[in-house]
Each structure stands twice: as structure tokens, then as C-alpha cells.
């Protein structure tokens, strides 16, 4: 993925508010994917539903990620968010971003994974 490495920004809003973005995930191999995202408390969050797609895959074995928002490169890491109090705001920001609730709102058999700061080691 080429674009302009960005530091870790202190307000995501104007990054995100793009429809879609492209996350790259498995460093060894990357992967790259369009996805859907959202912001919520300041945080970006992607979604795969109840599918357990390649990029979810990566994640699991190596949570590091790169966003790419335009031409911006954000490195960052990948974490699942199994909590059914936040999955419900979490639903109620994907419908006010994108006009439907997921498909699946059952918090234990999706894949929903909060972005955040990545440190270097």
C-alpha cells in the first residue's frame, strides 16, 4: 500500500468520515481490503459481520494493521470487541453512518475490531 505515513492522530473525525477506507492487514504478506468504518468516542472501528473473511483471519494471528484514509497511512493494531453494551452503540453509529443496522447484531458470532495505537517496537 503506498500513501504518506501519518503519526497517530489525536481526532479521527475528519480521517474517517470517508465512506470507505482500505486496511491492510498480515505485515508478511499484506492483505489489503475496502472496508466500512466508523468512529465512535474518538475511535475508529471496522466491521466484518458474521463473516470470518481472510482480513479477520490475518488479525487473529497478527493484529497489526495499516488504515489508509485518502492518501494518509496509519499504522495501527487490530483488536475485537466482544461486549454487548458497546456493540450496541456500536449499531447505532454504523446505522447514523451508513442508513442500515448490521445484519447480525449478536456481538459473539461477529467481527467487530476497534483500531488503535500501534506501538513500534
Known sequence: MT????????????IIER?????????????SVNLWIVNIEN??????????AAWVKNIESDPRVVLKSGNSLYKLK??????????KKFAVAWEAKYGNR???ENYSETYLFQLARREER
Open 43 to 52: 475511535q475508529p472501528y471496522v466491521y466484518a459481520g458474521d463473516n470470518y
Open 102 to 104: 448490521p445484519r447480525n
Open 19 to 31: 465512506q470507505i477506507i482500505q486496511l491492510e492487514t498480515n505485515p508478511s504478506e499484506p492483505y
Open 3 to 14: 500513501g504518506q505515513d501519518e503519526k497517530y492522530p489525536d481526532y479521527w473525525a475528519t
Open 78 to 87: 487490530a483488536q475485537r470487541v466482544l461486549n454487548s453494551d458497546f456493540f
